[in-house]
């Protein structure tokens, strides 16, 4: 999902809009690393090496990817597990930012 994750970042950079990934690899070096080559510019968590981890147990996430659309008042208004596709993905974003925006 970077790909789109980098899109997202770019084509929202002057919005009211955060990226924060959570990151279950087993090694934290390695996991920097990774991101590192990703270019992932993006708060990235390390989950403690696991899908079980402190991050995903307290957001009692089951699958893998699980996604959060969480508003500025920190409100969940929408979680998927697995990914909902790219389409859904940023209509969902767009419209969660058009009613910040008052529209």
Not at 21 to 27: A, I, L, T, Y
Not at 46 to 68: A, C, D, E, M
Not at 88 to 99: M, R, T
Request: glycine residues 10%; charged residues 30%.
């Amino acid at each position: 999902m970077f790909e789109h994750e980098r899109s997202l970042v770019k084509r929202l950079e002057a919005k009211p809009f955060a990226l924060v990934g959570v990151n279950s690899d087993k090694d934290k070096d390695d996991c920097k690393k990774k991101n590192e080559a990703e270019h992932i510019t993006w708060r990235s968590f390390w989950n403690g090496g696991s899908t079980s981890g402190p991050i995903s147990n307290q957001f009692k996430v089951r699958g893998w990817p699980t996604l959060y659309l969480i508003d500025s008042k920190g409100v969940i208004r929408n979680k998927w597990v697995g990914s909902p596709g790219d389409k859904v993905l940023d209509e969902s974003i767009d419209k969660l930012l058009a009613e910040v925006n008052g529209g």
